[in-house]
C-alpha cells in the first residue's frame, strides 16, 4: 500500500528536536490511519522545545511529555485506512481530532466534562497518542474525531483546533451585550477571540500585543481599540475608554507573565478574569485584588470543550474568520526555521508545517 517508514519530528529532550524516520503506525480494529495534510505549531510546542517548566516539569516525577515522542497537536489529515470497527469513516475522508485523547473512565469523562479528563493526555506529548509533525498519524481509539467539509482548504482545517480553543475562552468570560471586553495576545487565537467575542455584540472590544502586525491583525478582525503595553500604561488607557471604571472581562492569551498584573489592574470591580494563555514559568501576581479590592471573578480555560462542531459551522457560514491567520508554511524539513519564525519573524501569526 505504501512505504513502511515515514517523516515525523520527534521530540527527545529541550533542545533537541529530531527529523527521523520511523515506521507507519499500525492501526487496530477502532482506529484510523491518517495522512497528515498540515499541522500547526502551537505556542505549547515552542515552550516545549524550549524546556518550559509547564512541559518538562522539574524532574522525571513531574514531567507532562513523554520523550521521545512525536509532537504536534494542531493536526488535519485524509483517512487512509480505517479499522474494521470505525464503519463512520472511509479511506478519502478529512478529518480533524481533538487534541485530548480522554480515557473514558474518569469522574470528568463520565460526567461528560472529557477536556479535563484526569489522565490528560493530549496528542503529541504521551507515547500512546504520538502527534502531527509526521507524514502520518494513527487517531486512538478514544479519539474524538471530527469530519472536514471537503471545501475547506488545508489552512481552515488546521486552524478549527485553535480556534476552538479560543471559543472555549470566549464562552468562560460569560460576555454580555454592555461589555468592555478585553483580549491580551493577538496571535492567531488571541485574534480570532477578537471576531468570537464581536459575535457576542459587546459594547467595545480591545485588543493588546506589543508586535504591530499583531495589532493591525486584531484591527481587522473587528476591535474598537488597540494598545500596545510598550507604548502606552495599559491600565490607564483602559480606565480612560471607560469612564474610570475598567474592563468588564480581561482574557489572558499571551502567556506573558507581566499580562497577569496587568489584567487585574484593568478590570472593573465585579471583573470576569480569564486564564488561557500558557506561561513557560510560574507567576506572581498582587492576589488581594481579588478578594479585598474588587472581588473578581477567576475562570480557567482549558482546551476546546464540545467547541469543535461550532467553529467548522461557524467558518462554513463566514462567521468565524481565518484570513491571515496561518502566516507561515513550512515543510517538515525545515521545522527549525518554522520554529524560530514563530518567535523572530515579526509578521507571525501562526506557523503550519506541511509534511
Same mark, same amino acid.
Given at each position: 500500500m505504501m512505504d513502511k517508514k515515514m517523516k515525523a519530528l520527534?521530540?527527545?529532550?529541550?533542545?533537541?528536536?529530531?527529523?527521523?524516520?520511523?515506521?507507519?503506525?499500525?492501526?487496530?480494529?477502532?482506529?484510523?490511519?491518517?495522512?497528515?495534510?498540515?499541522?500547526?505549531i502551537c505556542a505549547g510546542d515552542v515552550k516545549s522545545y524550549h524546556g518550559g517548566i509547564r512541559i518538562w516539569g522539574t524532574h522525571i516525577e513531574n514531567r507532562y511529555i513523554e520523550p521521545p515522542v512525536i509532537g504536534g497537536h494542531?493536526?488535519?489529515?485524509?483517512?487512509? &485506512?480505517? !479499522?474494521?470497527?470505525?464503519?463512520?469513516?472511509? *479511506? =478519502?475522508?478529512? $478529518?480533524?481530532?481533538?487534541?485530548?485523547?480522554?480515557?473514558?473512565?474518569?469522574?470528568?469523562?463520565?460526567?461528560?466534562?472529557?477536556?479535563?479528563?484526569?489522565?490528560?493526555?493530549?496528542?503529541?506529548?504521551?507515547?500512546?497518542?504520538?502527534?502531527g509533525f509526521a507524514e502520518y498519524i494513527k487517531l486512538h481509539k478514544n479519539s474524538i474525531i471530527h469530519k472536514v467539509p471537503p471545501t475547506f482548504t488545508t489552512e481552515e482545517a488546521v486552524l478549527i483546533?485553535?480556534?476552538?480553543?479560543?471559543?472555549?475562552?470566549?464562552?468562560?468570560?460569560?460576555?454580555?451585550?454592555?461589555d468592555?471586553?478585553?483580549?491580551?495576545?493577538?496571535?492567531?487565537?488571541?485574534?480570532?477571540?477578537?471576531?468570537?467575542?464581536?459575535?457576542?455584540?459587546?459594547?467595545?472590544?480591545?485588543?493588546?500585543?506589543?508586535?504591530?502586525?499583531?495589532?493591525?491583525?486584531?484591527? &481587522?478582525? !473587528?476591535?474598537?481599540?488597540?494598545?500596545?503595553? *510598550? =507604548?502606552?500604561? $495599559?491600565?490607564?488607557e483602559i480606565k480612560r475608554l471607560t469612564g474610570g471604571y475598567g474592563c468588564d472581562v480581561y482574557i489572558e492569551a499571551s502567556g506573558s507573565p507581566a499580562s497577569v498584573g496587568q489584567g487585574l489592574d484593568s478590570l472593573k470591580n465585579h471583573g470576569r478574569y480569564v486564564q488561557m494563555g500558557v506561561f513557560a514559568d510560574e507567576v506572581k501576581a498582587d492576589w488581594n485584588m481579588i478578594g479585598d479590592g474588587k472581588e473578581?471573578?477567576?475562570?480557567?480555560?482549558h482546551l476546546s470543550a464540545l467547541t469543535f462542531e461550532s467553529v467548522i459551522g461557524g467558518i462554513q457560514k463566514g462567521l468565524v474568520r481565518?484570513?491571515?491567520?496561518?502566516?507561515?508554511s513550512f515543510p517538515l524539513e525545515k521545522w527549525q526555521e518554522a520554529f524560530e519564525a514563530s518567535i523572530k519573524e515579526p509578521q507571525a501569526m501562526k506557523i503550519m508545517l506541511r509534511p
Amino acid at each position: 500500500m505504501m512505504d513502511k517508514k515515514m517523516k515525523a519530528l520527534v521530540s527527545y529532550a529541550p533542545y533537541d528536536n529530531r527529523l527521523e524516520e520511523v515506521d507507519i503506525p499500525s492501526i487496530g480494529p477502532d482506529e484510523l490511519l491518517v495522512k497528515v495534510e498540515g499541522c500547526g505549531i502551537c505556542a505549547g510546542d515552542v515552550k516545549s522545545y524550549h524546556g518550559g517548566i509547564r512541559i518538562w516539569g522539574t524532574h522525571i516525577e513531574n514531567r507532562y511529555i513523554e520523550p521521545p515522542v512525536i509532537g504536534g497537536h494542531e493536526f488535519c489529515g485524509e483517512v487512509v &485506512k480505517a !479499522g474494521e470497527e470505525m464503519a463512520a469513516f472511509t *479511506a =478519502g475522508d478529512r $478529518v480533524v481530532a481533538e487534541q485530548i485523547v480522554p480515557c473514558g473512565e474518569c469522574g470528568f469523562c463520565r460526567q461528560g466534562k472529557y477536556w479535563m479528563c484526569a489522565q490528560s493526555a493530549v496528542y503529541g506529548f504521551k507515547q500512546h497518542i504520538q502527534g502531527g509533525f509526521a507524514e502520518y498519524i494513527k487517531l486512538h481509539k478514544n479519539s474524538i474525531i471530527h469530519k472536514v467539509p471537503p471545501t475547506f482548504t488545508t489552512e481552515e482545517a488546521v486552524l478549527i483546533e485553535p480556534i476552538a480553543c479560543g471559543m472555549h475562552a470566549v464562552e468562560q468570560a460569560g460576555i454580555r451585550h454592555e461589555d468592555v471586553v478585553v483580549i491580551a495576545g493577538l496571535g492567531a487565537i488571541g485574534t480570532s477571540m477578537v471576531n468570537l467575542a464581536g459575535l457576542y455584540m459587546p459594547k467595545m472590544v480591545i485588543g493588546i500585543d506589543v508586535k504591530k502586525h499583531r495589532l493591525e491583525m486584531g484591527k &481587522k478582525y !473587528g476591535a474598537d481599540y488597540v494598545l500596545d503595553p *510598550a =507604548g502606552c500604561n $495599559v491600565p490607564e488607557e483602559i480606565k480612560r475608554l471607560t469612564g474610570g471604571y475598567g474592563c468588564d472581562v480581561y482574557i489572558e492569551a499571551s502567556g506573558s507573565p507581566a499580562s497577569v498584573g496587568q489584567g487585574l489592574d484593568s478590570l472593573k470591580n465585579h471583573g470576569r478574569y480569564v486564564q488561557m494563555g500558557v506561561f513557560a514559568d510560574e507567576v506572581k501576581a498582587d492576589w488581594n485584588m481579588i478578594g479585598d479590592g474588587k472581588e473578581l471573578s477567576i475562570r480557567g480555560s482549558h482546551l476546546s470543550a464540545l467547541t469543535f462542531e461550532s467553529v467548522i459551522g461557524g467558518i462554513q457560514k463566514g462567521l468565524v474568520r481565518t484570513e491571515g491567520l496561518i502566516s507561515h508554511s513550512f515543510p517538515l524539513e525545515k521545522w527549525q526555521e518554522a520554529f524560530e519564525a514563530s518567535i523572530k519573524e515579526p509578521q507571525a501569526m501562526k506557523i503550519m508545517l506541511r509534511p
